[in-house]
């Protein structure tokens, strides 16, 4: 089994109970490969999300479908776009403390060069730190031409 | 067996029981909502629909575990999950 520091940025519109949400995120996730191959990424921040695959493409796809269903079902409970934006911040910001602890040991190997993933692209982390942003969306700023909906890369946290 | 396989959701309840005494869970429009000691995981799958056997990725178990720190116990109580 081998574990890659990686990050995620997620740009999505949520349909809500009277209201349309975007959801940008940058995240953190541990992209562990088992040995029977398959491929798993594991949230950080947000902590309680995973995904897998039989590799690291569909394990990216599954993870942000775990991601979307989880906003998707707080969508569901909150009554207003308020309830909606506290309850999603809870989730985003709540870690996942020991995959976070794995997180940092496979950043100072990669830091250090004794671990690389070449399949993906290198990001130095300081410049995409976690964050989250969640914003009501008025009128025409739910028109498809003015939302941003193009997710940032997987890429491996340097 | 790895994350990659399968277990029962029934055996993840028992697991819970046994682990997180007290915890909640709430069956939401696509995953169980699990809360225990101040921590919460979102992500545990309903299973298949229509299966009266529902079944998880292993992975997920592993993550919730971790998340609402149970995790020794857990292997304890599902070592086909970490073995």
Redesign the interface.
Known sequence: MISYPVVFGYRDVIKGRGFFAGVVTDGQALL?I?????H?L??VNP??????GKETAEAAREFKK?YL??L???A??AHTFQEFKAEVE??FH?T????EAEWKRAHVEVKKGALNNPNLPRVDVDKRPSSIQIIELQGDETAPRDVNVFDAPLCEAA | MSSSGTIELKLVFAMLDTCAPGHQKKKRLHNWKVSYNGHEFRNLKLGEHGSNRPEVFMGFVRQMARQLLIEDCAKRELPTVYS
């Open positions: 562990t088992e040995d029977d191959g398959g798993w594991f949230g902590g309680g999300v995973a995904g897998g775990s269903s989880v998707f079902d707080i569901e409970e809870r989730f709540e996942n403390e020991p995959t």
